[in-house]
């Protein structure tokens, strides 16, 4: 099982990035996915999380900022992330929980991605 984060990069404050994650080696469409962000010198938080039917739940800190959207068809799951702030920045993770609803703790997920540097500049 493998996931494959991208789109990471340095933009200003008020930019956007969009992350996406292709995953492989299993039937995906029918778990929850999710991003996790981690700062240095703070713990991985949870940012946002899609069901297999397009459920989405967010952090409050990202909500109206963030969207999450995934193709089934195709494996993957991808964050658009609008007037980001420096506080964005962070290693965003890609992953894959147990199970099909929606959860927004670490434990519940079982495969991680290894990561994707997102740095806003202010």
């Known amino acids: 099982v493998q996931l494959q984060a991208s789109g990471g990069g340095l933009v200003q404050a008020g930019g956007s990035l969009r992350l996406s994650c292709a995953a492989s080696?299993?039937?995906?469409?029918?778990?929850?996915m999710g991003w996790f962000r981690q700062a240095p010198g703070k713990e991985r938080e949870f940012v946002s999380a899609?069901?297999?039917?397009?459920?989405?739940t967010y952090a409050d800190s990202v909500k109206g900022r963030i969207t999450i959207s995934r193709d089934n068809s195709k494996n993957t799951v991808s964050l658009q992330m609008n007037s980001l702030k420096p506080e964005d920045t962070a290693v965003y993770y890609c992953?894959?929980?147990?199970?099909?609803?929606?959860?927004?703790?670490?434990?519940?997920?079982?495969?991680w991605g290894q990561g994707t540097l997102v740095t806003v500049s202010s």
């Open positions: 992953t894959s929980s147990i199970y099909s609803m929606l959860v927004t703790t670490a434990r519940e997920y079982d495969y």
């Open positions: 899609i069901a297999w039917n397009g459920v989405s």
């Open positions: 080696g299993r039937t995906f469409s029918t778990y929850t």
